[in-house]
């Protein structure tokens, strides 16, 4: 019978996405193994993140700055908008190197079944910073799930009405694939062969 201590621990880490309530307690004992090295440099790694790193109020990614390194760069073409369901997405994206504008993170999908409703990702953040004028493209880059799609096409028809041209990756991206999970080739090739939303 564990400790306590080790099952918060457990608990708390097998939360994370990706980590069932198993692999959480393999990793708490790997930890307890290595207090001395691997346990101290999370704990570091933990606080130099909690210190540090904030939400861009502009386009939700997460850096060391307000507006992020990608907002505040005058390299960027402010006049290209690409919206993405997480900030996982936003760096899957920008490690292809193709897209050169800036940013928006929504923060999740629009999903019936988890309850998730336009009203709790940063849609009307999206449209305020449009709204704003100066921006030609919205490239939206949604993951290739049903529920991806969905919100692509209810942004799009939020965008009507707009002067902007609305495009989307091309759909070269595996049915069902996740931004995140792809390759750079793939990601960019989807990049550059973008098109109009129907
Ligand atoms: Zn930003």
């Known amino acids: 019978m564990a400790s306590q201590e080790i099952e918060t621990l457990t608990a708390a880490l097998s939360r994370l ?10 990793a708490v004992l790997w930890l307890i193994k290595r207090r001395e090295t691997s346990l101290v440099q999370l704990l570091e790694a933990l606080d130099a993140v909690r210190e540090a790193l904030v939400e861009c109020r502009t386009c939700g990614n997460v850096d060391t700055t307000d507006p992020c ?4 760069d005058p ?39 988890d309850g998730v409703r336009p ?11 449009i709204g704003e004028g100066g921006i030609d493209e919205v490239l939206l880059a949604m993951n290739a ?39 750079e080739g793939t990601l960019a090739q989807a990049i550059r062969a973008r098109r109009p939303v129907a």
């Open 17 to 26: 996405p990706g980590l069932g309530p198993r692999s959480a307690r393999r």
């Open 69 to 72: 390194g990608i907002c505040a």
């Open 75 to 113: 390299r960027r073409d402010a006049r290209s908008i690409c919206v993405v369901e997480e900030v996982a997405d936003l760096w899957a994206l920008d490690r292809a190197r193709l897209f050169t504008g800036r940013y928006h993170v929504l923060g999740g999908r629009l999903s019936a079944l």
């Open 119 to 129: 009203e709790d990702l940063a849609i009307d953040s999206l449209l305020r910073r």
């Open 145 to 183: 799930t049903l529920e991806g799609q969905t919100t692509a096409h209810y942004i799009a028809e939020r965008l009507e009405g707009f002067p902007v041209r609305v495009t989307q990756l091309a759909h070269g991206l595996p049915v069902g694939g996740e931004l995140d999970y792809l390759d």
